[in-house]
C-alpha cells in the first residue's frame, strides 16, 4: 500500500493499537450500550489498555458479543438487498436498485453506507479485541481498498489484522503474509 496522503489516513496510521481501539470503542460506544455492553470512558480506556497489551478478559466478551451481534444485524440488512458485505462494498449507489425519488437514494445510500461502516469498523475492532471469528470480514475489508492509500477503513483493516498476527503493517510482503495468516486462522476453525 503506498504512503497515505489523505490527513485522516494519516492519522490512522499514526495511532498506537491502544488510540486505534479507544477511537473504535467511542464510535460504537451507543451501539453497545444498545447491546447491552454499555462502557464509560474509564472502561473504554482500560478495554483499549488490556487490547493493547493482549491482557483482554474473559470478561470483556461482552463487547466482542455485541460487536458481533451489531455486524450481524447489518449484514442481514444488506443480505435483504441481496448483497454480501464484499459485493455491497463493490456496488456503488447507481447500481443499486429500489429507490424512485432522491429522499429514496439518500435514505438507501445512508442504510448502506452505516452497514458497511458499522461491519468494516466492527469487525477490525472485534479483531483488536481478540476476536479472530472476524478475520475473514476484516480481510474482505483490508482486500477491498488495499490499494487506496487513503482508503481509512482499509489502513484499519490492516492495522488490526496486523496487530492480531504480530506482522509489520508497512512491511513489503504483508498481503502475502496476511493471507497466509488468515487461511491458517481460518483453517483452524474448519
Known amino acids: 500500500m503506498p504512503p497515505p496522503t489523505h490527513s485522516r489516513a494519516q492519522n490512522v496510521w499514526g495511532w498506537t493499537i491502544e488510540e486505534l481501539t479507544l477511537i473504535l470503542l467511542r464510535q460504537f460506544k451507543t451501539l453497545l450500550a444498545e447491546k447491552e455492553a454499555p ?4 472502561q473504554m480506556k482500560a478495554l483499549a489498555e488490556r487490547a493493547h497489551q493482549r491482557t483482554i478478559n474473559e470478561g470483556d466478551a461482552i463487547v466482542t458479543a455485541a460487536l458481533s451481534r451489531i ?3 447489518s449484514t442481514a440488512l ?4 441481496g448483497l454480501t458485505f464484499a459485493q455491497s462494498l463493490d456496488t456503488g449507489m447507481t447500481d443499486f436498485m ?15 453506507i452505516n452497514a ?5 469498523a466492527g469487525s477490525a475492532l472485534a479483531v483488536l479485541l481478540g476476536d479472530l471469528t472476524q478475520v475473514p470480514t476484516v480481510m ?7 490499494t487506496d492509500p487513503e482508503d481509512v477503513d482499509a489502513i484499519m483493516a490492516r492495522r488490526a489484522l496486523a496487530f492480531a498476527a504480530s506482522i509489520d503493517p508497512r512491511s513489503r510482503d504483508f498481503s502475502a503474509s ?3 495468516w488468515a487461511a ?7
Open 140 to 146: 474482505t475489508t483490508y482486500r477491498h481498498g488495499m
Open 78 to 81: 444488506l443480505a435483504s438487498w
Open 178 to 180: 496476511v493471507e497466509l
Open 39 to 42: 462502557l464509560s470512558d474509564t
Open 71 to 73: 455486524t450481524a444485524e
Open 184 to 190: 491458517a486462522i481460518a483453517a483452524q476453525r474448519d
Open 116 to 120: 458497511e461502516l458499522r461491519i468494516s
Open 98 to 112: 429500489g429507490w424512485d425519488t432522491t429522499a429514496d437514494f439518500l435514505s438507501l445510500a445512508n442504510e448502506k
